[in-house]
């Protein structure tokens, strides 16, 4: 892992810094307590599904759960609805996106909600995108958590203005989609060698929004600060991977800013990083380790549900334990 500040060039972590940035993380974590009630260690909301792609919106979904999520909704059309709801009775599945009442119906769930997560099997139809740059504009004006990924990313590189500038949003692009994203913010095309300094440049061009260039090494900046999860993941590149990052990374957000609102003295951990940066980093290093576990099981025959059953192995090893 690496870290690097506006102040310092890039260096590469020695064990005790990475078993900081660590410690921030664990620090974040809900505590599991008979006191807690339902909902409060996370109600994430998943904003995408439609024909085409229903099993994007589950694994993000699931995936928010397995993290440590209490409650999981999806925001999909009619036609996504039957069989989101048939992959799970865990999921709240509501089929409105494409309804011509939906701002008004998903305003009265999302005061609810912690974090929305945007993107995964949304597809690209024209009225549902207005329709979701409706629900990012009400969501930041009520300052909600934001991750978004997948068709999402469309709709940002389309129109950067509905995220820009919001310092509770995560985007988490590919190489693809960064690029694509790149080069309508910055009017050139990303220099491959330059990750991390063209990723900084991208979060400052969206006014400090957290970017995460997914890869062989998931690059993090929120314009500001950079972290490097250059854990070992897995050669299989089985679809889907994106999607149970962006449900996970949904849960860690919550988390990592509500510690940062409760942290109340200045020297505190928490105060290093801003939330976005420690949710991302986190989530992409128990992906990235999920991905290696799944891997070792099964070999070429993984696929995207693997990953589910290797999220509660990594988060324990990675956060509950005292050491990696």
């Given at each position: 892992?690496?870290?690097?500040?506006?102040?310092?060039?890039?260096?590469?972590?020695?064990?005790?810094?990475?078993?900081?940035?660590?410690?921030?993380?664990?620090?974040?974590?809900?505590?599991?307590?008979?006191?807690?009630?339902?909902?409060?260690?996370?109600?994430?909301?998943?904003?995408?599904?439609?024909?085409?792609?229903?099993?994007?919106?589950?694994?993000?979904?699931?995936?928010?759960?397995?993290?440590?999520?209490?409650?999981?909704?999806?925001?999909?059309?009619?036609?996504?609805?039957?069989?989101?709801?048939?992959?799970?009775?865990?999921?709240?599945?509501?089929?409105?996106?494409?309804?011509?009442?939906?701002?008004?119906?998903?305003?009265?769930?999302?005061?609810?909600?912690?974090?929305?997560?945007?993107?995964?099997?949304?597809?690209?139809?024209?009225?549902?995108?207005?329709?979701?740059?409706?629900?990012?504009?009400?969501?930041?004006?009520?300052?909600?958590?934001?991750?978004?990924?997948?068709?999402?990313?469309?709709?940002v590189t389309k129109f950067p203005d509905v995220i820009k500038g919001y310092k509770f949003a995560i985007l988490t692009p590919n190489k693809v989609e960064f690029s694509r994203l790149y080069s309508a913010l910055m009017g050139e095309t990303p220099e491959p060698?330059?990750?991390?300094?063209?990723?900084?440049?991208?979060?400052?061009?969206?006014?400090?929004?957290?970017?995460?260039?997914?890869?062989?090494?998931?690059?993090?900046?929120?314009?500001?600060?950079e972290l490097v999860c250059d854990a070992v993941g897995s050669p299989r590149r089985c679809g889907g991977q994106g999607d149970i990052l962006s449900g996970s990374m949904g849960t860690f957000l919550h988390w990592a800013r509500a510690s940062k609102t409760q942290?109340?003295?200045?020297?505190?951990?928490?105060?290093?990083?801003?939330?976005?940066?420690?949710?991302?980093?986190?989530?992409?290093?128990?992906?990235?380790?999920?991905?290696?576990?799944?891997?070792?099981?099964?070999?070429?025959?993984?696929?995207?549900?693997?990953?589910?059953?290797?999220?509660?192995?990594?988060?324990?090893?990675?956060?509950?334990?005292?050491?990696?």
């Open positions: 892992m690496a870290w690097q500040s506006s102040k310092s060039s890039l260096f590469k972590q020695n064990e005790s810094q990475m078993q900081a940035v660590l410690q921030m993380i664990r620090a974040t974590l809900p505590p599991l307590a008979s006191d807690r009630h339902k909902g409060q260690s996370g109600r994430i909301a998943v904003i995408g599904g439609c024909f085409e792609y229903t099993g994007a919106p589950y694994f993000a979904g699931i995936s928010a759960l397995k993290t440590g999520g209490d409650l999981s909704h999806i925001f999909c059309t009619a036609d996504a609805g039957i069989p989101i709801k048939c992959y799970s009775p865990e999921l709240i599945v509501h089929p409105i996106l494409d309804h011509h009442n939906a701002i008004n119906i998903f305003d009265e769930w999302l005061p609810r909600m912690h974090c929305l997560v945007i993107g995964p099997g949304l597809g690209r139809d024209d009225e549902v995108v207005e329709t979701v740059k409706k629900i990012i504009a009400k969501a930041k004006a009520k300052n909600v958590n934001i991750v978004i990924d997948a068709d999402g990313l469309y709709i060698d330059l990750s991390v300094s063209n990723t900084k440049d991208l979060a400052k061009a969206l006014g400090n929004v957290t970017v995460v260039r997914k890869g062989y090494h998931d690059v993090i900046s929120d314009g500001v600060n942290a109340s003295k200045p020297s505190n951990r928490l105060n290093d990083l801003s939330p976005t940066l420690l949710a991302a980093y986190a989530a992409c290093l128990m992906v990235k380790t999920c991905s290696r576990m799944a891997f070792e099981k099964n070999g070429r025959s993984m696929i995207v549900s693997d990953l589910i059953d290797a999220i509660h192995p990594s988060f324990q090893s990675l956060y509950e334990n005292s050491k990696l």
